[in-house]
């Protein structure tokens, strides 16, 4: 069995002109295409070859490792782009003002991270097992997955993603990719589970070794869960209920009572969290 790559979710000029046919010819076409040639190379008659790119992330180093990730994370970049400009969904927008401030914040700050990275690399947006985000920074074919981290969307810094374009110029591709970023499939990786999602959606003609995947798992459903308690306002009797959560003051459905903002007050009676005990 060999690796495959899904086909580019739109056309090669699409992207213009934040990103040029020549770039993404070169970038998916000949840079991705090799380490995907290597990977195979590497694997053929392997076990390795039986396994999911995310188990190859997880437990390899070296050569395998590299190319893995370097499959791995090209095609999620690419999957990440859309020709269309997207509106960033308010579930995600609160995310990210709750982590790092604002919108804007949060961009200043991923560019900050992205031009940092020195020589080779991605900047991320990943999610830890308590929901929360965070801005990781990984050289050369690094994937925050090995951190325990969820990934919800990255930008290339390898010359290569920009040198056609923009020359030396990696914050401005940086400031480009905003107008490319599809944050409704950003916003929807928050809820997906990270390593059936990305099989399912990087490749249905790979099967996976079943063995290994179930090692996998073993690795997710150890993580802790949200918590998903019930609290009970003390003062007026109001329930909390994190599957709905308190839409109508930005809290969405799948907030657990923990992550609530420390300004969240009662939408009843307006007392504070303190005042909330859990349902019993
Ligand atoms: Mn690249």
Known sequence: MIFTLPPLPYAMDALEPYMSQQTIEYHYGKHLQTYLDNLNRLTEGTPYSEVSLEHLILTTTGPIFNNAAQVWNHTFFFETLSPEPVKIPVELEFALTRDFGSIEEFKTKFKKAATEIFGSGWAWLAQDNAGSLHIIKESNAGNPMRAGYKPLMTIDVWEHAYYIDYRNRRGEFIDKCWGLINWKKV??????????????????????????????????????????????????????????????????????????????????????????????
């Open 187 to 280: 916003a929807k990786r928050m809820h997906e589970d990270m390593l059936t999602a990305r099989i399912t959606d990087m490749s249905e003609t790979r099967t996976e070794g079943a063995i290994e995947v179930t090692v996998i798992e073993e690795t997710i459903t150890e993580k802790p869960k949200k918590s998903m308690d019930r609290y009970i306002c003390i003062t007026c009797g109001w329930v909390y209920d994190p599957a709905e959560g308190d839409p109508e003051n930005g809290i969405p459905p799948g907030t657990p009572f923990d992550a609530l903002p420390e300004e969240w007050i009662c939408p009843a009676c307006g007392v504070g969290k303190d005042y909330f005990e859990k349902e019993r």
